[in-house]
């Protein structure tokens, strides 16, 4: 079964850090874009990263540019989200996706991000 | 980078067909056909419905139909059944980045 499945999130305060990972089962994502996507509670969509099969190419929405690095081992079949400096508005379910021709599936079921005091 | 704009809400009887509208402008929806569309139930991971603006991925009934003319795309569910009362999410490529849709709650009266 093609599957993704993320792990990384918690709870943090303002200012700090998290990475997020993105592991895939049933399929070789080597070959693939990844993506990142967050929801917030009770919002929508928002895409947040992509990256390239072999990693050379990267963008991000301007609200996280400059906080959040998107990166990727495909010997170990992972795609990472390392973010930094991290505000009360970043909170929410983080996703990954595969994105061949700018479509995204499959999706994982996401990861929680708070960031709190 | 603007979201897309979709109605926030549309509702049918069974049977019935509902469209929603998706309108973004030139550097996105109008200038590329990476129009896609998602469905979310409450809980549950987006779910790919039509890409490239009219494919229909394997496993998604013919009731769902994609378009698009100029800066708007559409979805129309035709035949509207209890299961596809959800939230939908147009998106589109948009030159190097990439942009979601406001989001539609699809009732089924």
């Known amino acids: 079964e093609v599957q993704l499945v993320e792990s990384g999130g918690g709870v943090v305060q303002p200012g700090g850090s998290l990475r997020l990972s993105c592991a895939a089962s049933g399929f070789t994502l080597s070959s693939d874009w990844m993506y990142w996507v967050r929801q917030a509670p009770g919002k929508g969509l928002v895409w947040v990263s992509r990256?390239?099969?072999?990693?050379?190419?990267?963008s991000y929405a301007d609200s996280v540019k400059g906080r959040f690095t998107i990166s990727r081992d495909n010997a170990k079949n992972t795609v990472f989200l390392q973010m930094n400096s991290l505000r009360a508005e970043d909170t929410a379910v983080y996703s990954c996706a595969r994105g061949a021709s700018y479509r995204l599936d499959p999706w994982g079921q996401g990861t929680l991000v708070t960031v709190s005091s | 980078q603007s979201a897309l704009t979709q109605p926030p809400s549309a509702s049918g009887s069974p049977g019935q067909s509902v469209t929603i509208s998706c309108t973004g402008t030139?550097?996105?929806?109008?200038?590329?056909?990476?129009v896609s569309w998602y469905q979310q139930h409450p809980g549950k991971a987006p779910k790919l419905m039509i890409y490239?603006?009219?494919k229909r991925p394997s496993g998604i009934p013919d009731r769902f139909s994609g378009s698009k003319s100029g800066n708007t795309a559409s979805l129309t569910v035709s035949g509207l059944q209890a299961e596809d009362e959800a939230d939908y999410y147009c998106s589109s490529y948009a030159g190097s980045l990439y942009v979601f849709g406001t989001g539609t709650k699809v009732t089924v009266l």
């Open positions: 030139s550097s996105d929806v109008g200038g590329y056909n990476y």
């Open positions: 490239e603006v009219s």
């Open positions: 990256i390239n099969s072999d990693g050379s190419i990267t």
